[in-house]
């Protein structure tokens, strides 16, 4: 059973930085694309960042900012946000791609299982 654990979320000044985990199960994150998704208050959910097995992508808000890594060996994917603005807050999502070694692109359409979600909230 796919299962995917977000963390690390919270309350943050303008500028600052956190590190979201996303903690697999049920599945290996190397033989699965896995994206960060970020819904703002009152808007859809978008695609932040994805990686899959032959490329890494950010979404232009976001480039030079964040970074998605991946730990095989711990089975986690990370989301490394740095000089985080105001409109960085919301609820942000992990998903892992509908089957193995399945990518289209960084969109929803691309994903098949998610996570609960883990609130960031950028204000001073």
């Known amino acids: 059973q796919v299962q995917l654990v977000e963390f690390g979320g919270g309350l943050v000044q303008p500028g600052g930085s956190l590190r979201l985990s996303c903690a697999a199960s049920?599945?290996?994150?190397?033989?699965?694309?896995i994206g960060w998704f970020h819904q703002a208050p009152g808007k859809e959910r978008e695609g932040v960042s994805c990686?899959?097995?032959?490329?890494?992508t950010y979404v232009d808000s976001v480039k030079g900012r964040f970074t998605i890594a991946r730990d095989n060996a711990l089975n986690m994917v990370y989301l490394q946000m740095n000089s985080l603005k105001p409109e960085d807050t919301g609820v942000y999502y992990c998903a892992a791609a509908q089957h193995p070694d399945y990518y289209r692109d960084c969109s929803i359409a691309t994903f098949g299982f998610w996570g609960q979600g883990t609130q960031v909230t950028v204000s001073s």
């Open positions: 049920g599945f290996t994150v190397d033989s699965y694309a």
């Open positions: 990686i899959s097995s032959s490329d890494v």
